[in-house]
């Protein structure tokens, strides 16, 4: 063995070594996040700030059997969902909110952590998470309003945060909705520069509602001004806000709303009497494209179409005899669609 071979036979087995030694990269994780308004998900304990339908014992026959009922198809639609971070909408209780985690904690499926809003409204916002939560928040819009949830999460030692809304319905004008926009823009407003975080659930207004709401006088008492779109600033120089828009914002907070990753035929989760709407949305930072921390995954959102969510091409809600007003009928899930989006963590 000439000595020419035997230095690079060295060099050779010196450098696996070092490989070996090294180990491999650590992966990124990936996991994913949802939103879904389970409709009135009451449990069989009387408070009195339940809606009259939901009073156990009512005429519209809400009792404990009925509340198991609902309890389990909620289960099963999470299940549908699939998803490692589910935020909820439409929780009326600590005691609601377990009775579900019941039926999720099987070896199959596990939630082992919770958060419920602690504003006390007849429905609140909640989450159910695999990741570990480490700190959460009631945002109150005003007396007698529902909170926005806010929960920061830890994901392999990385921080998100993720505010979970229901505002104000359409049974009421814009005006109503401007406060829960403007309580969630102050508190964004007050994260640290470059924050992970998401803002979803239900807002009662639409990806695009500047456009949809102008017209209709009913709404728009705010001349033209709009809380999802310019109170948050999901606008930008009466353009929505793209991800060249987003990346181009380094000195102003934007949110771009994922509906607009979708085709438009497809930017609805809700069903308004043939109207199909979108008041489940999911916002990101410009911060979850910067490489670094936690990263939304690109082209990843959508709304969940499982079969069980329609029955003869409806989305199949929660059923109730006298179109929707009358007796609890033991069957359906909600008049929402779930959304989800993918998200990873840097290595």
Sequence with gaps: MNRLFQRRLISIISLLVIVACSGPAPAARTFTLA??????????????TEY????PGST???????????????????GAINADIVCLQEVESKIALKNLLTRLNTPKQRYPFYAIAQTPTPVRCALVSTFPIVHTQDIVPGE???????????????????FICHWKSKSGPESRRIPYAAALR??????????????????????NEHQTFADVARFNDTQGVT??????????????????????????????????????????????FGKKE???????????????????????????????FFDNNRVYRWQRADRGKGRHLGKGYSDHLPIRATFTTSP
Excluded: C
């Design 144 to 162: 007698g309003q529902r909170a926005i949830l806010k929960a920061v999460l830890s994901i392999d030692k990385k921080h998100l945060t993720v």
């Design 52 to 55: 009259d339908d939901y009073v």
């Design 278 to 308: 979108s008041p489940d949305n999911m916002l990101v930072p410009r911060s979850l494209y910067d490489k670094k921390g936690i990263d939304y995954v690109d082209n990843s959102f959508d709304r969940v179409h499982a079969d069980l």
């Design 35 to 48: 939103s879904y308004n389970v409709e009135n998900l009451f449990d069989a304990v009387y408070d009195g």
């Design 227 to 272: 809380g999802i779109n310019h109170v948050i600033k999901t606008l930008h120089n009466d353009a929505l806000v793209d991800e060249k828009i987003l990346a181009d914002s380094r000195n102003e907070l934007l949110l771009y709303n994922l509906w607009l990753e979708l085709p438009e035929y497809r930017r609805w989760s809700y069903n308004f």
């Design 186 to 207: 102050k508190a964004i407003e007050k994260l640290p520069p470059n924050t992970d975080f998401v803002i979803t659930g239900d807002f009662n207004a639409n990806y």
């Design 60 to 78: 519209q026959g809400w009792n404990k059997k009925m509340a198991d009922i609902k309890t389990a198809n909620t289960a099963e639609a999470i």
